[in-house]
């Protein structure tokens, strides 16, 4: 189904960007895998979507950086040709206490969640126009729905992004490119390691279907709604929380 | 000069906004004669800064109705 299609994950090389940029691989998909830092991480992710058929692009970029987006957006239109699907899911956090957060804190995860995906979008947008086609992906959480004591700027920051999902969305509907967020739950990646296992199990206890939810999990939301099963959907937010927030 | 710069302006336009090319005179507008909406305008001067290498300001495209307006533009920004 994917055959020949061009999509170009951010924050591809672990997590829940890796399980995407594999799912988007399969069947003869061609996925540019960015990355930040962990150059052996997103070769790992590209050497497992050529494993499964498809065709991998890693490209270094800071999503964060007008010049670093362009670069990676170029990188992908001379490697494919085309851009059918962009995803944004690279992010960052930086928790702690409303009273004791400091500037850059705030910033850092503003810059890579809501102004990467900005950037990203406003340079896809030209090249998907012009071919009246595409499908855009952006990575909320239900903390952007309902907030988390000790996350004021990621969860501002993924509200953010569901606003500019929908704006979004309403700009380029005519031009037949959908845009929608997916917004996860608890997710077992090295994100939320961090949490520790008190946190860990407290959470778990909120969560309706009883476990925590795998990148995969994500992934297959992701398949979805950039399918052409998904075609009449634009402008949604699509939970996938195990029940979290209903 | 300001004849050559409406064939290009006028092969720009029939390729973006799939309209005829005897409907592109100078006194058309982009709005009503041709049927462009907001995003088609918005891409068509983007299109014509990349194919005449100049930057139209905000400002300026927001004043640009007909394509007369565009091709005296470029004939006088053009460097
Ligand atoms: N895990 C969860 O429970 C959960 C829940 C809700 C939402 N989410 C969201 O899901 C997305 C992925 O989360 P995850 O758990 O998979 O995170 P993760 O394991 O920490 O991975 C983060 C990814 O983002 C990349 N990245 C970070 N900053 C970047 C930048 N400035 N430019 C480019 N890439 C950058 C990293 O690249 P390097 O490897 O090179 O550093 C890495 O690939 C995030 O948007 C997160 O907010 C996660």
Known sequence: MSTGRVSIVTGASRGIGRAIAIELGKDGGNVVVNYQGRSEAAEETAAAIRANGGQALVVQADVSVAADVERLVAAALDAFGQIDVLVNNAGITRDGLLMRMKDEDWDAVHNTNLRGAFLLIREVTRPMMKRRQGSIINITSVVGQIGNAGQVNYSAAKAGLIGLTKSVAKELASRNITVNAVAPGYIETEMTQMLGEEAANAMRAGIPLGRAGTPEDVAAAVAFLTSSKARYITGQVLNVDGGMVM | ?79
């Open chain 2, 1 to 79: 000069m300001a004849n050559e710069v409406f064939d290009r302006v006028k092969k720009i336009i029939v390729d973006r906004l799939s309209v005829d090319e005897d409907k592109i005179t100078l006194d058309a507008t982009f709005k009503d004669d041709l049927g462009a909406d907001s995003l088609d305008i918005v891409e068509l001067i983007m299109e014509l800064e990349d194919e005449f290498d100049l930057e139209i300001s905000d400002e300026d495209a927001e004043k640009i109705s007909t394509v007369g307006d565009v091709v005296t533009y470029i004939s006088e920004h053009q460097g």
